[in-house]
């Protein structure tokens, strides 16, 4: 089987890290059966464009403030019971 034109059609069809996981010369992965590498590509293919998806609602949505719980206001008046937060 001819590697660099598998891996030119798996760019043309938009799955650019199954392109680059095939490319990778890491024995490790060569080791492994197919559908265990294939389950691998597939696999990282799918978080990418997941991880794509999300950065890009994140933008899209363009948030004021970077929000995160260390900067919680737990003062009295907004009610918000700082063991509550903490346990989740």
Known sequence: MLINPTIEKLRDMKLKVMAQLLSDSD????????????????????????NSRIKRYIHKASFSINACIEDIDYTAERKIDKKTIQTK
Request: glycine share 4%; charged share 45%; proline share 4%.
């Open 27 to 50: 024995p490790a992965l060569r080791e492994l059966s197919f559908e265990e590498r294939f389950g691998i590509m597939v696999e990282k293919e799918w978080e990418s464009r997941k």
